[in-house]
């Protein structure tokens, strides 16, 4: 069966690369220390703390797997690439958008992965992202907002994350 690639950004990848790194050596030994320590109380069959620990072993170690999965299957979007002439939304590009009432909202299209909407960071599988991609500065477009609205925005600024290089027109 293929992989599925993701897309995801530099900074991305750099996060995802040190949180692993972290997982795999300071958090497996914190949780190690503390099976040992819970085995040196005794019966093992009613420690609530070995218990505790074996549990949060098993979900770092699954969130270690799921970590080298992302990165063994993901795909850094090349901000280098982004031709600064023809700049169009894409993946590690800040989008600034305008609604009809002359409202602005800004954010960064990051790969599905990397989402968080408390930094205004949306995914490219969204839909709001797959309306962006590829659109220029001055381009209008529209897409079906969970509550089964219609949002229309026009594109009025367009910048690279990774370089802070602007675009606006």
Excluded: C
Aim: no cysteine.
């Amino acid at each position: 069966m293929a992989e599925s690639r993701q897309t995801i950004t530099a900074a991305g990848r750099k996060k995802y690369e040190e949180e692993l790194y972290t997982r795999e050596h300071e958090t497996r030994e914190e949780i190690n220390k503390r099976l040992q320590e819970a085995r040196e109380f005794g019966d093992l069959s009613e420690n609530a703390e070995y218990d505790a620990a074996r549990e949060e072993q098993s979900a770092n170690e699954s969130r270690i797997n799921v970590l080298k999965q992302i990165l063994a299957t993901a795909e850094v979007a090349d901000a280098s690439a982004i031709n600064m002439a023809d700049l169009t939304v894409a993946v590690g590009t800040e989008v600034e958008l305008e609604d009809a009432s002359g409202r602005r909202v800004a954010f960064s299209l990051v790969g599905t992965t990397e989402t968080n909407s408390l930094l205004n960071q949306i995914s490219n599988e969204s839909p709001a992202g797959e309306a962006l991609i590829g659109h220029r500065s001055g381009d209008s477009i529209s897409f079906m907002l969970p509550s089964g609205k219609m949002a229309s925005y026009r594109i009025v600024g367009i910048k690279i994350v990774n370089e802070g290089q602007d675009a606006d027109e």
